[in-house]
């Protein structure tokens, strides 16, 4: 499997998706969970090195977020949602993530 360098997505609600459409970011604004799972899992297939994941979303789709942390790319980022349905998910994803890296917490 190769990977493009720099080919990074977002996926999210629309309002979330604003700000990486205005960078040049391919976005996918999507309204629900399901939609969001298929989106993740086609941008992984299509070779993208970087996927922004709205966190409004993300924490509905933690079987798929483990499938995709247990392989080198893409690497999957939890962003905050536009939405301000913000509930931690994205922080402790990260701490989880980086104590994986590292070998032990310290967040």
């Known amino acids: 499997m190769s990977f493009n360098q720099g080919k990074i997505a977002a996926v999210g ?3 979330t998706m604003l700000a990486f459409k205005s960078v040049g970011v ?3 604004a999507v309204s629900n969970a399901t939609d969001a799972d298929a989106a993740l899992k086609n941008l992984s297939k299509d070779n993208y090195s970087v996927i922004f994941l709205s966190e409004n979303f993300a924490k509905h ?5 483990n499938i995709l942390r247990k392989r080198p790319l893409p690497a999957v980022a ?3 949602s536009a939405t301000g349905e913000n509930k931690g998910f994205g922080s402790e994803y990260a701490r989880q993530m980086i104590a ?3 070998g032990s917490a310290f967040m």
């Open 61 to 65: 789709l933690t079987t798929t977020l």
């Open 78 to 80: 939890i962003i905050p």
């Open 13 to 15: 609600d629309e309002d």
């Open 26 to 28: 391919k976005t996918i």
């Open 100 to 102: 994986k890296a590292v």
